[in-house]
Nanobody, 124 residues
Framework: QVQLVESGGGLVQAGGSLRLSCAAS????????MAWFRQAPGKEREFVTA????????SYADLVKGRFTISRDNAKNTVYLQMNSLKPEDTAVYYC?????????????????WGQGTQVTVSS
């Protein structure tokens, strides 16, 4: 089992930045692919970004490319999401996800473990 706890969400003005963190415990974190998804009210959960176990591979949704950066620190069992140039449409609950696969899945159903989510609100 892997337990994931997100933090770092909050309220920010458009154009601002936030850094989300996801702390993992349980199974060896360093071998898991990690991802961030988000879900806005009334919408389906959507893929944001993913990173493989050694940070040698990443994937980003087109909507966040060039603005968001995913990274991980295996020594701290933590994955980060740096969000810059935030827009009101980035407002959502952001979820951290993990899976033993080495593939950078963009589908939520492929991830076995999930955090509880952290709210990000971007005001215009």
């Amino acid at each position: 089992q892997v337990q994931l706890v997100e933090s770092g969400g909050g309220l920010v003005q458009a154009g601002g930045s936030l850094r989300l963190s996801c702390a993992a415990s349980g199974r060896p974190f360093s071998t898991y692919v990690m991802a961030w998804f988000r879900q806005a009210p009334g919408k389906e959960r959507e893929f944001v970004t993913a990173i493989n176990w050694n940070a040698g591979g990443t994937s980003y949704a087109d909507l966040v490319k060039g603005r968001f950066t995913i990274s991980r620190d295996n020594a701290k069992n933590t994955v980060y999401l740096q969000m810059n140039s935030l827009k009101p449409e980035d407002t959502a609950v952001y979820y951290c996800a993990a899976d033993r696969s080495s593939l950078l899945y963009t589908t939520a159903s492929k991830y076995a473990y999930w955090g509880q989510g952290t709210q990000v609100t971007v005001s215009s």
